[in-house]
């Protein structure tokens, strides 16, 4: 498709090469005539990104967030929504999210194996639980403390955790949530649960504490004591944490959900129009990542091969899962947002004798879990603790790139990413594992239905294959489809059929040059039409147009 996002990538693709006299090769690829394809598609990976020297530190106030969220956003995409929704502007021709400092295609393109899910961002750097860890600072405030500490190799680590009287709840939360997030392609920090005594943590000279006010103070041994002391021990004697391991790079505050940000040249793209963000309404369903809002995310200007450029960030998934960071998350929390007048205006008029689902739900009481369930899940209308734009502007092609993904990820691998969080009680993997398996049978179920599932479109032998998802994952059952061709006018985007194709799925016979079309129905159901173009070494899939109901 060619679309704004096309011209944003190629005006993009154009300044780097100029920017860089050297790197011909962009400028090459784009053709003088505006068609629907350009001679490079389908991208699978952004241009290379200008180099930043620096940009500003942003900060974001928690309450202002919340008050603009959940007041201003929606009357804001309520407008929007009533001249059509704007389709995601950062996606290639096929639909899908090409490789960037946003984005990296994981598990859904290039299948990871069951150590490489349980690896995550990392695994090889944990904090080394025989030497000692040097607290450089902490914070008090909260229910919880927190350390910054960095071992005997020079790793850092910010250090929670759990809330004293709900042992494992957060940390395995946000163990889990990284490693998922990792594999669903989104840059994570390196997450670990971390065992260690009470002599393993050492002072040096400089280190300090701040306090409520941000008041900096020496940091004493007996503070260390204080602080640890509601913290719960294992059997031999160790506090359990979350360490999470420093991200390289100079921080530069949170990024924000709408916009863009003006000290980025490489940043064009409005973020509420980024698929990846978009889709991650489906994604923070799964895991029930109902606080996943800009604090909770991480710009760092980094140096990869040569080039200083921001990268993006997914953090924090404490409130994920049954969690809510301090304690169990509300049994709210996932189906209503924090300031909820439908919900309100309900209860009001029914006198609070109206109860739903998640009002009737029983959880079990597992050391860790919390409240966390599949009964009561409704995929399509989950919700964040408040409004998120990106969110309330997910279109069916948004949803579906995200729910293929969600549904990529086997019993097995859910499992083995669980136990990453090394509950003390096996009932409490087998709850968690069960529920995000269910959860994403429901996603399945809900957002593989609009439109055909249609996906993994190839020639074999020259002959047009493909997969239907929602057969695939059971969600409907074998459908009978059929096909008509035409020839495409790349320029102009006229279509002429081919009558003497049939409904053949074989590529049509004939010296034909330039692109085809097939478009794809079953019965009633919208159909998907895909793109092929003629090259040296026969046709290949260039585009997917997906229809829905």
Avoid at 139 to 162: C, M, Q, S, W
Avoid at 321 to 337: E, Q
Wanted: net charge negative.
């Amino acid at each position: 498709m060619f679309s704004n996002r096309q011209s944003i990538l190629v005006l993009a693709a154009l300044t780097v090469a100029m920017a860089h006299a050297a790197d011909a090769n962009i400028g090459a690829t784009i053709p003088a005539s505006k068609g629907k394809f350009l001679s490079d598609d389908p991208l699978w990976k952004e241009p290379s990104p200008r180099s930043v020297p620096q940009v500003k530190s942003i900060q974001i106030d928690d309450l202002y967030d919340f008050i603009n969220e959940s007041f201003v956003v929606p009357h804001h995409v309520k407008k929007v929504n009533r001249s059509g929704k704007e389709a995601a502007q950062n996606t290639n021709t096929l639909g899908e999210v090409p490789d960037s400092e946003w984005y990296t295609n994981r598990h859904m393109r290039g299948r990871m194996s069951v150590d490489a899910l349980v690896r995550g961002a990392g695994n090889a750097n944990p904090p080394d639980p025989e030497d000692k860890w040097k607290i450089i600072s902490a914070k008090t405030d909260g229910v919880t403390p927190g350390f910054t500490i960095e071992d005997a190799h020079g790793n850092r680590y910010l250090l929670k955790f759990d809330p004293p009287n709900y042992p494992e709840l957060a940390s395995a939360a946000d163990v889990i949530g990284s490693k998922i997030f990792y594999a669903l392609g989104y840059n994570t920090p390196e997450n670990y649960i971390a065992y260690f005594h009470r002599e393993q943590l050492t002072l040096t000279d400089h280190s300090s504490w701040r306090d409520r006010v941000g008041k900096k103070h020496v940091m004493t041994q007996e503070l260390v004591d204080k602080w640890l002391a509601e913290q719960p021990k294992d059997s031999q004697g160790r506090y359990r944490a979350m360490a999470s391991r420093w991200i390289a790079g100079k921080v530069a505050g949170p990024f924000e959900f709408e916009g863009t940000r003006s000290d980025d040249p490489n940043d064009i793209v409005p973020h509420e129009l980024h698929r990846e963000l978009r889709g991650m309404a489906v994604f923070s369903a799964w895991l029930n990542d109902t606080d996943a809002k800009s604090i909770n995310t991480l710009d760092s200007l980094v140096d990869e091969g040569g080039v200083t450029f921001l990268k993006h960030y997914r953090i924090d998934w404490g409130a994920s899962l049954g969690s809510d960071s301090v304690r169990p998350k509300d049994i709210r929390r996932g189906h209503d947002y924090l300031v909820d007048a439908r919900s309100t205006t309900i209860q009001a008029f029914s006198f609070g004798f109206y109860l739903p689902e998640w009002m009737r739900t029983r959880y079990p009481n597992i050391r860790g879990v919390g409240t966390f369930d599949f009964e009561s899940f409704d995929a399509a209308h989950w919700r964040s603790n408040y409004p998120i734009t990106p969110y309330l502007l997910m279109d069916n092609d948004d949803a579906f790139w995200a729910a293929k993904q969600v549904m990529a990820f086997s019993d097995e691998e859910i499992r083995a990413i669980v136990e990453t969080a090394q509950y003390s009680d096996p009932r409490a993997t087998d709850w968690v594992t069960e529920c995000l398996i269910k959860r994403r049978d429901k996603i399945g179920k809900e957002w593989l239905s609009p439109g055909l599932a249609l996906d993994g479109f190839r020639l074999e032998k020259n002959r047009l294959v493909f997969v239907d998802l929602a057969e695939k994952y059971k969600v409907s059952g074998a459908r009978y489809y059929n096909v008509q061709w035409a020839e495409f006018d790349n320029a102009t985007r006229q279509k002429r059929p081919i009558e003497s194709a049939g409904t053949s799925f074989a590529v049509p016979a004939g010296d034909r040059s330039g692109f085809l079309v097939a478009a794809i129905r079953s019965g009633d159901t919208a159909g998907v039409e895909v793109y092929l173009r003629r090259t040296a070494n026969g046709w290949d899939i260039v585009g997917v147009d997906r229809h829905y109901e």
